[in-house]
C-alpha cells in the first residue's frame, strides 16, 4: 500500500477538481479515496475481491444509520448454536485461529453478507476484513490469533506456530467489533461524489471504455511488485471471508502469475502499458511506484521506461526517484526471498 500523502502528492500537482483519476491497480483504494476527498472523479480497478470489496467499502460508503440498522438485524438473527456446529466442522487452521464463539459469527457473516450486491454489506465485510487477522497480542481491535495483519499466514505454518509459542485465540466479538468500527470510520465523514469501482484485470479496461467518465487525464498506481508478493495466496483468508475456498489458491483469481520470473512480469507491465496508451488522454499523465527483489532501482526505471513503447504513443519520463529498502515486514513473513527490495516512483506524460 502506498501511503495516502504520496497519492495526495501528485493528485494535487498534476490535476484539478473534476479531472478523473485512475488506478488500475486499486489495492486498498488509497488513490480513489484521495482524489474523492479532493474532488477529482476516481476510476479504481483490481482484479482481486478483498481489494475491490475494501476500495468500494472506502468510496461507496452508505450512510451510519443504514450501517447500524443492519448490524442490529444481523445480530439479532444470529444463532450461536447451530453456526457453532458448523464451525467445529472447520479445518484445523480455523479452530487454532479463532474462538469458537468468533468463528461461529464470521461463518455466519460470511453466509449471510451480500457484499457484491449491496453498499451497506459491502461496508460490513470491508471492516471485517480490516480486523479478520493481525498483531492480537498488541491489538485488541483483530479478531484472530496472533498474525500478521498484512499477509495471510499459510495454513500448517500458522498452526505450527500457534502450537510452539502456545498462542491461543482471544474470545472476541465480531458485532461488538463491527459497532465499534462503524463509528470511528464515520469519525470524519465520508467523502461525496461518484467513483467508478471495477472488479476486472485492468487489461480489459480497453474494452470497456466507452463506461469511463470522461477521458483520463491522470494515473496514479502500483502495481504488483517482481517477486514480492502473490496477493491471491497471499490474501487467502480474507478471499475466503468473501466466500472463496478455506485454503490458499493461486491462478483462480488472476489469471496469471506473473510477478515471480522477470521476462513474465515485464510482460505484464507491456500489457499496462498498452491498456494505459489506449486511454490516457493526450498529455496525460502517469505516475508509477513498483517495486522488485532481485533488481537494481535504476535497471527497473529502465526497463519500465523502455516497456512504455508498447503504449504506441509518445511518453516522456519527467521525474525519477530510486531506492533500496531493507527490513520491510514481508521480509519476517517471507522467508528465503532474495535480495533487498528496490522501489522506484516515476512520472511519465503522454
Ligand atoms: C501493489 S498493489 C496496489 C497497492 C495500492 N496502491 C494501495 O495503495 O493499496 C497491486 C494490486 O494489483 C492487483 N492486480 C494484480 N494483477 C492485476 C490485474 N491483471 N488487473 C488488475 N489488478 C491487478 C493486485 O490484486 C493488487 O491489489
Known amino acids: 500500500m502506498f501511503p495516502e ?32 476527498l479532493m ?12 481489494a475491490y470489496c475494501v476500495t468500494r467499502a472506502k468510496t461507496q460508503a452508505p450512510p451510519l444509520r443504514a450501517l447500524r440498522r443492519r448490524l442490529t438485524m444481523l445480530e439479532g438473527d444470529f444463532s450461536r ?6 464451525a467445529g466442522k472447520m479445518p484445523e487452521f480455523f479452530q487454532y485461529a479463532y474462538h469458537r464463539k468468533t468463528l461461529s459469527q464470521l461463518l455466519y457473516l460470511r453466509n449471510k453478507l451480500k457484499w457484491r450486491a449491496s453498499d451497506v454489506d459491502c461496508m460490513i465485510a ?29 495454513p500448517a505454518y500458522s498452526v505450527r506456530f500457534w502450537q510452539k509459542h502456545g498462542f491461543k485465540a482471544p474470545e472476541r466479538d465480531a458485532f461488538q467489533l463491527l459497532r465499534k468500527q462503524a463509528t470511528f ?16 484485470d485492468m487489461r480489459q479496461l480497453p474494452w470497456i471504455s466507452d463506461q469511463l467518465p470522461g477521458p483520463i487525464g491522470l494515473v496514479v498506481t502500483s502495481p504488483p511488485y517482481l517477486d514480492v508478493t502473490n496477493f491471491e ?15 490458499p489458491t493461486r491462478g483462480r483469481i488472476s489469471r496469471d502469475d506473473r510477478y515471480e520470473r522477470p521476462d513474465a512480469y515485464w510482460a505484464f507491465i507491456a500489457d499496462m502499458w498498452r491498456m494505459l496508451g489506449a486511454l490516457v488522454a493526450k498529455n ?14 535504476e535497471e527497473m526505471v529502465t526497463k519500465l521506461s523502455a516497456s512504455s513503447q508498447f503504449a504506441r504513443r509518445p511518453v516522456k519520463l519527467l521525474f525519477q526517484t530510486t531506492s533500496a529498502l531493507k527490513g520491510r515486514q514481508t521480509d519476517a513473513f517471507l522467508k528465503g526471498t532474495r535480495g533487498c527490495l528496490s522501489e522506484i516512483d516515476c512520472h511519465f506524460q503522454f
Not at 470491508?126 to 498484512?150: C, D, F, V
Not at 465520508?190 to 469501482?197: E, F, H, N, T, V
Not at 497471499?234 to 475466503?240: G, H, T, V
Open 126 to 154: 470491508g471492516l471485517i476484513l480490516g480486523a479478520l487477522h493481525g498483531e492480537t497480542e498488541k491489538s485488541p481491535s483483530y479478531l484472530s490469533n496472533q498474525m500478521p495483519r498484512t499477509i495471510s499466514t499459510k
Open 81 to 86: 448454536a447451530s453456526w457453532s456446529r458448523k
Open 185 to 200: 470510520r464515520y469519525e470524519s465523514p465520508p467523502p461525496a461524489g461518484d467513483a467508478l469501482i471495477l472488479h476486472r
Open 284 to 297: 496525460g499523465h502517469v505516475v508509477i511506484r513498483m517495486g522488485g527483489r532481485g533488481i537494481q532501482p
Open 5 to 36: 500523502t504520496f497519492a495526495e502528492t501528485w493528485i494535487d500537482q498534476l490535476s484539478k477538481p473534476g479531472d478523473v483519476v485512475l488506478d488500475p491497480f486499486s489495492g486498498r483504494g488509497t488513490t480513489a479515496f484521495q482524489s474523492m
Open 233 to 247: 495466496e497471499d490474501q487467502w483468508l480474507r478471499l475466503w471471508f468473501l466466500g472463496g475456498p478455506p485454503y
Open 39 to 50: 474532488g477529482r472523479k476516481p476510476i479504481a480497478c483490481d482484479v482481486n475481491d478483498v
